[in-house]
């Protein structure tokens, strides 16, 4: 970033959950904006949205959205990725993609800024943000895989509804308030809008987020596996998830249990090796019932981790729990992350 200077941003999907935020962040962290294009469906445009004190109005994308643009944020679908990125790029735009589009491509790194930001050098265009509760998880184990070795890792999730987008926070608060009230609302956006099936989210747990795959894992549950390898350069590591959601709005929180390589450690040597991690707050003290909750997370841009344990049977086991603001570092914040790295490590396509 030379000092001084100023860009053109794009954001796609900004009338979305997460493209909100992304206003909200490049806002609060004084982004270098020279120009700023709100993109979304047909559907908003037009729709006025306030930044610093100016008003702007929505546009539909299209292809001569990305003219000039020199960093573009996509969270507006996978579909609208496939189709609006290689465009965006082909007019010299950096993306930073925050849908599970492009994440797998070996062509595309897939970053978290604390955790491998070297391999932002290699993009060709595109750099995909990762899955929002595989963020969380690798930025608590990168620390302790480099200081300790990991082998194998296994993750529950409880999910909020924000990561599921507007209208399932929608669905959750009419839903909770008609059963207080003894009457029914119907399911049509949880577990996920467009499958076959629908069960209510309000006073209940749901095993599926995403669709579901032949394996018998669901979409997202493969994503942490697969992108947890790929952010931490371990292609062989043992991964395994189940996904669930759960009926509150903000932040997911997971149960890790992981197999460390080095032999004869406690939880003291994790503790002090998360005490001093980049994004990461310890917030451990059973003796004080200290350790965090979705709600004590949300609004914050930190990773939180408490309830660090050791296995009771195996010698190499520990158990942890992980809770970020899904939309802030699980989306958002490591977004705008990614572009102020772009921007400071001139990487830039012109
Ligand atoms: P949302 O609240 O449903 O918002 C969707 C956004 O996409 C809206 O701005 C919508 O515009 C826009 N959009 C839809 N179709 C479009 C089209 N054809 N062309 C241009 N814009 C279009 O969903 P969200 O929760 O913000 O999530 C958006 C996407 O971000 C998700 O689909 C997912 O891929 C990604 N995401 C990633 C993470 C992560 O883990 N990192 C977390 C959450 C979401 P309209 O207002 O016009 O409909
Ligand atoms: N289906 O970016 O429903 O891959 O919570 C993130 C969140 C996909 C993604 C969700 C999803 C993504 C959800």
Redesign the pocket.
Known sequence: MTKGSLYNIAV?????????KILEILEERDFPIKQLKL???????G?KINFKGKELI?E??TNASFDNVDVAL????????K??APEAVNRGAVVVD????YRMDEQVPLVVPEVNEDDLSTHTGIIA???????QMVAALKPIKEAFGINRVIVSTYQAV??????AVEELKLQAEGFLKGEEVPSEVMPVKGDKKHYPIAFNALPQIDLFQDNGYTFEEMKMINETRKILHAPDLAVAATCVRLPFFTSHAESVYIEVEQEGLTTKDIWKVLENAEGIILQDDPSNQEYPTPQSAAGKKEVFVGRVRKDLDHPKGFHMWIVSD??LK??AW??VQIAERVLEKGLLLK
């Not at 796609?12 to 909100?20: E, I, Y």
């Not at 993109?39 to 445009?45: E, F, H, Q, T, V």
């Not at 996509?74 to 990725?81: D, L, N, Q, R």
Request: with cysteine; charged share 10%.
């Open positions: 796609v999907g900004a009338t979305g959950a997460v493209g909100q993109l979304s469906s047909k559907r908003s445009a729709t929505v539909e994308a996509f969270s507006a679908g996978g579909s609208v990725s189709r609006f925050n849908t599970s589009a943000n990762p899955n929002c509760s595989t963020i924000s990561g599921a987008g507007n209208q899904n939309l699980g989306a490591n977004t």
